[in-house]
């Protein structure tokens, strides 16, 4: 999915919500640290984000946060529905650009369609993970399927560490056996917890379970202790170590646990639990991209803007002096790079070696891609003394 906000603000994150100043305009102060039975839970409020006009999706978002936006290496979370997409739509998201990231998609009704310039397409389905990992750069596309009457869903990110961002993308899909105990069923879609493993893989240790509780159920999961975890409630009354994560939000448990206890209230529960091995490498997030610096962000947004067409090659790029010509500086494709344009430069580079076309290219006849949002015109400046959490 992408993230389609029309004035996207540029944000720095890192594990440590106090170790370095981070860009924080428009995000959310919703994190209340409450003490669990073993130890600190802090309870991440989520925010309404739509998704586009009038009749879009909204979503709830719970990463980034102000004072916590990481978990291990997830930096992005968005929750949607029960959605009657008669009424909202349903998903439609047209080809988008990610850099440097991974989207997972988990949904619980519903299917999406998910087509991508790496040449894959797939069905996402409940109870089936749907891993795409971005790597240098991709586009695609989502929507919900036309026999799709109720959509309902979380689309999670997780950042590269430096080393595996500049990768080949790819996609991945798995169907997770479904484990069973005392009162609650689950499925591991990535990583390893509750005695089943995940062959999906992943650049950093990460785990991604589904839980269902029956009322008055709990369970007992042992964790890594160096790993941070984070539990969404998606229905019925759910406690992490003792602390009721309420609806829609997001409870954070911190590093040094063995295990946790998740426990159901008086109905039953459906929850996923997330988490992971810190990053522990500051990043920058706009839009649809994770890269390191301000001028990476710049770099990518200005190949997608002229790949797509929608703006004039720079210099920098093998599509200078390949577009027409009748306005000073040429004017852009107006179309995304294709047919002999792109044979023609398939294989070349861009001037700092990206390989180009950086986002791929896609099949014939889709629906035309989104405009990236215009950079603010200033960046935001750093507060000097970061607060604590």
């Known amino acids: 999915m992408s993230n389609t906000e029309t004035d996207p603000r540029e944000t720095l994150c890192q594990n440590d919500p106090a170790a370095v100043p981070r860009f924080t305009e428009g995000l959310s102060d919703g994190v209340d640290p409450r003490e669990g039975a073993a130890g600190p839970v802090e ?33 992005f979370l968005d929750f949607y529905g029960p959605d009657d997409v008669s009424t909202t739509g349903g998903m439609a998201v047209p080809r988008h650009p990610h850099t440097g990231l991974a989207t997972v998609s988990w949904l619980f009704t519903g299917r999406v369609d998910h087509v991508d310039s790496a040449g894959n397409w797939a069905t996402v389905r409940p109870g089936e993970v749907n891993l795409m990992n971005a790597g240098a750069g991709i586009t695609h596309s989502e929507f919900s ?51 089943s493993t995940s062959p999906v893989k992943t650049h950093i240790p990460l785990t991604g379970v589904e839980l269902l509780l029956e009322p008055g159920a709990s369970v007992v999961i042992d964790v890594p202790a160096d790993h941070e975890h984070g539990l969404l409630q998606v229905s019925g009354e759910i ?70 067409g929608f703006e004039v090659p720079g210099e920098d790029s093998p599509l200078a002096g390949a577009v027409p010509t009748e306005a000073p500086g040429g004017d852009p494709l ?30 014939a006849g889709t629906p035309a891609p989104l405009p990236a949002p215009a950079l ?14």
């Open 376 to 389: 603010p015109t200033t960046r935001m400046k750093p507060r000097a003394n970061p607060p604590t959490t």
């Open 239 to 308: 406690w992490l170590d003792g602390v009721q994560v309420p609806e829609d939000h997001l409870g954070f448990a911190g590093p040094g646990r063995t295990r946790i206890t998740v426990a159901a209230g008086e109905e039953a529960v459906t929850a996923l639990l997330i988490g992971g091995e810190p990053l522990n490498e500051q990043i920058v997030m706009w839009w649809n991209f994770v890269g390191r610096t301000h001028e990476e962000i710049v770099a990518w947004r200005d190949a997608y803007q002229a790949e797509m």
């Open 43 to 75: 309870l991440l409020e989520p925010r309404a984000v739509p998704l586009g006009g009038p009749r879009a999706m909204t979503v709830r978002r719970t990463l980034p946060q102000r004072a916590r936006s990481l978990i291990g290496a997830w930096c």
């Open 334 to 363: 107006g179309a995304p790079v294709s047919g002999d344009l792109l044979d023609r430069t398939l294989g070349t580079s861009y001037r700092d070696g990206r390989a180009f076309p950086q986002y791929g290219h896609f099949p």
């Open 145 to 195: 399927t036309a026999d799709t009457t109720v959509l309902h869903g979380a689309q999670l990110w997780y950042a590269f560490p430096d080393h595996a961002r500049f990768g080949p993308p790819s996609l991945e899909a798995h169907r997770p056996e479904t484990v069973t105990g005392p009162g609650y069923t689950a499925r591991v879609f990535l990583g390893s917890l509750l005695g």
